[in-house]
């Protein structure tokens, strides 16, 4: 069985984004995994119930960072991600504003998602 890794996240991503609704969720990158023959595992090992889809999207973001990630909240763990790609992003910051999503900063020097506290202000880029 195939694993989510960097470059497959991408390639969801980039498969089910659309104009209308750039935001890809976890929900339908994991929907697609399923969906494939054979599936692609995202749950990794040791009890951990999202280890690849997590390490794909660190990977990602620490590599090529061809993605922007987005939640429905500040709250660090159970609010739903979802990516665009950087090409995207302005569609995608348009959209998610309407929708009630925010932006998640790419934090350059500490080499990972911005997730301070709940007052940061999580709703602008930026820039690597």
């Known amino acids: 069985m195939p694993s989510l890794n960097a470059p497959r996240l991408v390639d969801i991503v980039c498969t089910l984004a659309t104009?209308?609704?750039p935001l890809v969720t976890s929900e339908q990158?994991?929907?697609?995994?399923n969906g494939q023959s054979p599936p692609i595992e995202y749950t990794g090992g040791d009890g951990w119930k999202y280890g690849e889809f997590?390490?794909?999207d660190n990977e990602e973001a620490r590599g090529n960072h061809r993605l922007q990630k987005f939640k429905t909240s500040r709250d660090r763990r159970g609010a739903p991600n979802a990516w665009c790609r950087q090409s995207d992003i302005d569609a995608a910051r348009e959209w998610a504003s309407q929708h009630g999503w925010l932006l998640v900063p790419w934090n350059a020097t500490r080499r990972r998602w911005e997730w301070e506290s709940a007052d940061d202000p999580l709703t602008t880029p930026v820039v690597v």
């Not at 990158?29 to 995994?33: F, L, M, R």
């Open 19 to 21: 104009s209308r609704q």
């Open 54 to 56: 997590e390490e794909a």
């Open 29 to 33: 990158v994991i929907t697609h995994c």
